[in-house]
């Protein structure tokens, strides 16, 4: 891996003032930076508005032509759920790409506030978007690509296993790729090959947390949708704001962690415990 020049904090304080550990780090940052943090969840929520939009027509226009059917059998549901997907798949992978490129400027501020770096709100975000801005958009892009092939399955259990194998196998190796840009400048199969030992290593913490942020939003945009588009709709963009980000930051926590157990301790000592008291 090439090491990467960051900026140093000049610190007005000790060090042995700083947190002993990551979870006391993260709760830390709430209490002490909390308008930032609430700042950047309406950012978050801001960049996840366009994939809603898209689902939100998807899921109208499925009710507009599902409404008109006269006692439909499962087989044609399907049908018409499959031309809905085709009909508004692209706008979902461009949508969920994007989120992924503009999140990468909100990510690397979290690594700023783990760090203990200091914050320079618009450099920060520029900064992320061009030095890990395209792994994440390589990551979102494949994972995005992927749903949407899923949903063209006229297969419901098919549908099922093929988004199983994609959550289960797939998304924690595009998360630990994505989130190594953050930290580190490395090829694309170093990166890869680190991701997936990564993903092996971290397995049930990452799945855990895939859940926690897919699984509130599956059950509104499947099933509060069929009672309220509108409901839904506004629900899911209230998670955005409340879930998405500081959910995030607890697992970019987690990360830095994994980081300086597996990498940092040997490769990058510097970054070491960056961000936490010294250990004696």
Same mark, same amino acid.
């Given at each position: 891996?090439?090491?990467?020049?960051?900026?140093?904090?000049?610190?007005?304080?000790?060090? *042995?003032?700083?947190? %002993?550990?990551?979870?006391?780090?993260?709760?830390?940052?709430?209490?002490?930076?909390?308008?930032?943090?609430?700042?950047?969840?309406?950012?978050?929520?801001?960049?996840?508005?366009?994939?809603?939009?898209?689902?939100?027509?998807?899921?109208?226009?499925?009710?507009?032509?599902?409404?008109?059917?006269?006692?439909?059998?499962?087989?044609?549901?399907?049908?018409?759920?499959?031309?809905?997907?085709?009909?508004?798949?692209?706008?979902?992978?461009?949508?969920?790409?994007?989120?992924?490129?503009?999140?990468?400027?909100?990510?690397?501020?979290?690594?700023?506030?783990?760090?203990?770096?200091?914050?320079?709100?618009?450099?920060?975000?520029?900064?992320?978007?061009?030095?890990?801005?395209?792994?994440?958009?390589?990551?979102?892009?494949?994972?995005?690509?992927?749903?949407?092939?899923? *949903?063209?399955?006229?297969?419901?259990?098919?549908?099922?296993?093929?988004?199983?194998?994609?959550?289960?196998?797939?998304?924690?190796?595009?998360?630990?790729?994505?989130?190594?840009?953050?930290?580190?400048?490395?090829?694309?199969?170093?990166?890869?090959? *680190?991701?997936?030992?990564?993903?092996?290593?971290?397995?049930?913490?990452?799945?855990?947390?895939?859940?926690?942020?897919? %699984?509130?939003?599956?059950?509104?945009?499947?099933?509060?949708?069929?009672?309220?588009?509108?409901?839904?709709?506004?629900?899911?963009?209230?998670?955005?704001?409340?879930?998405?980000?500081?959910?995030?930051?607890?697992?970019?926590?987690?990360?830095?962690?994994?980081?300086?157990?597996?990498? *940092?301790?040997?490769?990058?000592?510097?970054?070491?415990?960056?961000?936490?008291?010294?250990?004696?």
């Amino acid at each position: 891996m090439k090491r990467r020049k960051i900026k140093t904090a000049s610190r007005d304080f000790e060090e *042995n003032d700083l947190p %002993a550990s990551r979870l006391a780090q993260y709760f830390s940052i709430f209490k002490e930076r909390f308008r930032m943090i609430a700042w950047l969840s309406f950012l978050t929520s801001l960049f996840f508005l366009p994939f809603l939009l898209v689902l939100f027509f998807k899921d109208f226009h499925l009710l507009a032509v599902t409404s008109n059917l006269e006692n439909p059998d499962e087989s044609t549901l399907q049908q018409a759920r499959v031309y809905a997907n085709l009909l508004y798949g692209g706008g979902e992978v461009l949508a969920l790409t994007l989120f992924g490129f503009l999140f990468s400027g909100v990510i690397q501020i979290f690594r700023q506030l783990l760090w203990d770096e200091p914050i320079f709100l618009k450099e920060d975000f520029r900064e992320g978007l061009k030095s890990s801005g395209l792994r994440f958009v390589a990551s979102f892009l494949f994972i995005a690509f992927a749903r949407f092939l899923t *949903n063209l399955s006229l297969s419901p259990f098919l549908q099922i296993l093929l988004s199983v194998i994609l959550i289960a196998f797939f998304a924690p190796i595009a998360l630990w790729f994505s989130l190594q840009s953050v930290y580190y400048r490395s090829s694309f199969m170093d990166t890869l090959k *680190n991701a997936m030992k990564l993903s092996i290593r971290t397995y049930p913490f990452t799945l855990l947390f895939m859940g926690l942020i897919i %699984a509130p939003l599956w059950a509104m945009e499947t099933y509060l949708s069929k009672i309220s588009l509108f409901g839904a709709f506004g629900g899911m963009l209230l998670l955005s704001f409340v879930w998405i980000a500081p959910l995030s930051l607890a697992f970019l926590s987690f990360a830095c962690a994994v980081f300086d157990r597996y990498i *940092n301790e040997d490769y990058y000592p510097e970054y070491y415990r960056k961000g936490l008291r010294p250990l004696r």
